[in-house]
């Protein structure tokens, strides 16, 4: 990702026509909040990028599994962002005056907890990626009419969610407990902590979110975009759910709901755009018809595909979520979601000490031809769609001594491809129509090595875009929307189409199908992972009832090698 910043930072020094902008340029600002950092864009009305600024903030692991961020750091890194971006900008000879509007695109189900009175953060925010809430999650589908639900909010329950993260946090913290019995806590997702407190918190009180993040929450009626009390009755089996204070749900682009910056330099400017990363992504590849789709390769993987203005509840694995909702009715879109895409780059680099550069991972894994029989299950998070796994731990098969460390760099960026062809197969059955051609953006689209594994795998098409900040970009059109820097869909048409690249399927189809059915015999053999160990040690009683289903699963394997035979 750095990369890119560098990139974009580099074309903007040597832009001298930026350096003598007219002072009837119009832009937008974009603030992109994600797992691992946060940055603050500038864009132009062609969609370039003219002033970035990124911060890395803080990741804590308390206890393996668990995953949390610093609600306040995070504040102060979007405000550093800001504030840095703007110096970039007004230095090249822009005025902050010609910034119409600013977008905000988020980490989605990323769970804040605070009092309302104060707006004081409670407890750490619960990341996505943090799988603490396995047993909880497992309780909550063991309940009478947990089959019912992913109908009305288009999510099954999982440790993913924001509503199994709230709920541990009500059941396991007792200052949580204590601002709920007094009747002031206060509940969002990222995008709804942000415009809480960039609006200057409680004096003001801006206290929303969009749909495309409260359909991530498994409180929302994704048809209506209202809560549900079907769905707040489910859940309300211990606390009182209701006795929370939940956002107001608004549209993703308004000229008024989202409020304004309250302090720093762009103190008094609109925010009138909201998405979560995902839709902003889909916004940003200009994924606005029916049957377009794209791919973001970040922290987690997430491809989401556009089903049209009526959501389809899928039945292989995936998510149904809203894509945007900018003026009438919402566009809905089927997601499949990879936990684990850039962060495992990132774990061999850290954790294994493999290189200081992702993409020195590409380069160490062009050192061998293939992947040497390796195959690299990177379930630090449990799988996501189309397994949902929860009990399953990373693991690798097939290490010989002809292993070298390129095998397992190779094994890592397939493990995301894998997953892809999965999500992908799931979608063609669900939308009983076939792809034919993906759009790609995130950090690891970077390496070509990746994408061309990924042509050859599902057998279409990539299109990789020049400029690859599509996420805070779909961000930015949501603000301009509103205020009227594009009007329509057609005003975008040409906005990122120079410099496009596109990754053609090589490979035969019968190798791909070897590859394949190792990938998903891997698959089978990692299930029941942590359950098994759990249930050794004692620790919990679903995790003994899991140990039986495990080892039921385990008689999948036979199934997948008598295939492979």
Known sequence: MSSIIERISNLVAGNQFAKMAPTDEVFVGSIDQGTTSSRFLIF????????????????????????????????????????????????????????????????????????????????????????????????????????????????????????????WLLRNQEKVRKVYEAGNLAFGTIDTWLIYKLNGGPDKNVFVSDPTNASRTMFMDIRTLKYNDQLLDFFSYEYDIRKVALPEIVRSSDTKAFGQIASGSLKGFPITGCLGDQSAALVGQKGFEP?????????????????????????????????????????????????VAGSGVKFLMHNLGFSHASHKITELAETVPDNGGLVFVTAFSGLFAPYWIDDAHGTMFGITHHTERGHIARATLEAVCFQTKAILDAMEKDSG???????????????????????????????????????????????????????????????????????????????????????????????????????????????????????????????????LA
């Open 291 to 339: 049957g377009s789709a794209k791919n973001t390769y970040g922290t987690g993987c997430f491809l989401l595909y556009n089903v049209g203005e009526k959501p389809v509840i899928s039945t292989h694995g995936l998510l149904a979520t809203v894509a945007y909702q900018f003026d009438g009715k919402p566009v809905y879109a089927l997601e499949g979601s990879i936990a």
């Open 44 to 167: 132009d009305k062609a969609g370039e990028p003219v002033a970035v600024h990124q911060e890395e903030f803080s990741q804590i692991y308390p206890n393996p599994g668990w995953h949390e961020h610093d609600p306040e750091e995070i504040i102060k890194s979007v405000e550093t962002c800001i504030e840095g971006a703007l110096k970039i900008f007004e230095k090249d000879g822009h005025s902050k005056d010609s910034i119409k509007a600013i977008g905000i695109t988020d980490q989605r189900e990323t769970t804040v907890v605070w009092d309302k009175t104060t707006g004081e953060a409670l407890y750490n925010a619960i990341v996505w990626t943090d799988t603490r809430t396995a047993a909880l999650a497992r309780e909550l589908k063991a309940r009478p009419g947990s089959d019912k639900l992913q109908d009305i909010c288009g999510l099954p329950i999982t440790t993913y969610p924001s509503v199994t993260k709230l709920l």
């Open 433 to 563: 129509h076939k792809l034919t051609e993906l759009k790609v953006d995130g950090g690891m689209s970077n390496s070509a090595l990746c994408m061309q594994t990924q042509a050859d795998l599902v057998s279409i098409p990539i299109v990789r875009p020049k400029m690859r900040e599509t996420t805070a970009l779909g961000a930015a059109i949501a603000a301009g929307f509103a205020v009227g820097v594009w009007k329509d869909f057609d005003e975008l048409k040409e906005v990122n189409t120079r410099g496009q690249t596109v990754f053609e399927p090589k490979m035969e189809a019968k190798e791909s199908a070897r590859m394949l059915k190792r990938w998903e015999r891997a698959v089978a053999m990692c299930r029941g992972w942590l359950a098994e160990e759990e249930a050794e040690e004692g620790k919990t009683e679903e995790a003994a009832e899991l140990k039986g289903e495990a080892d039921k699963q385990m008689a999948e394997v036979e199934k997948v090698d008598s295939k």
